[in-house]
């Protein structure tokens, strides 16, 4: 912070400096606990009783504004929200490099010893890579009213014209263009 100073004629390159500073201990103070109200008071008043000092603004000397605090918080926290996404992506890479050599191990077992039991440890291992990825997720079809129609009208249990009567041309219409449908 030594070349940060009290005066208008901060470099953009100190302003950056200044930013990192103020972020830092807007992140340390919001980590104890505060309240963005209580962290924008810190950071621009300080508090004895707990050695926090204050950090006003260096350009003005006054407080920083609770939109800077506030920008400054939404800022650390898609900082730690993405940190937190990469730790999450190395940590589901690193178990999914251990199922794979489990894997190769038990099939390079099961090659020397036809040991049917190593295939359960397969499985199992193909079942725990599959979930990693979130393949083994349900197979969601969306089956509305209009599919039934046209389900009804593809096996011949009703016709167009039944259609029309019943839902009306638009929809009718609707239903034959959506659904590639020929009358």
Do not use: C
């Amino acid at each position: 912070m030594s070349n940060i100073t009290k005066s208008n004629s901060l470099k953009k390159t100190d302003w950056r400096d200044v930013t990192t500073v103020r972020r830092d201990y807007v992140a340390q103070l919001r980590l104890r606990g505060f309240s963005m109200d209580d962290v924008a008071m810190l950071v621009s008043h300080g508090y004895e009783p707990l050695n926090i000092p204050p950090f006003p603004n260096p350009k003005t000397g006054n407080a920083w504004t609770k939109t800077t605090i506030f920008r400054d918080l939404e800022a650390i926290t898609a900082e730690w929200r993405n940190e937190m996404l990469q730790a999450v992506s190395a940590h589901k890479a690193r178990v999914l490099a251990e199922l794979q050599e489990v894997k190769r191990v038990a099939w390079e077992l099961y090659h020397r010893t036809n040991d049917r039991n190593v295939l359960e440890t397969i499985l199992k291992t193909l079942s725990q890579e599959t979930k990693l990825l979130g393949a083994d997720a349900p197979l969601q079809i969306e089956y509305t009213w209009k599919h039934e129609i046209v389900a009804l009208y593809q096996t011949g249990q009703i016709t167009r014209d039944d259609i029309v009567s019943e839902f009306g041309e638009s929809l009718a219409q609707e239903l034959f263009a959506d659904y590639v449908l020929t009358p």
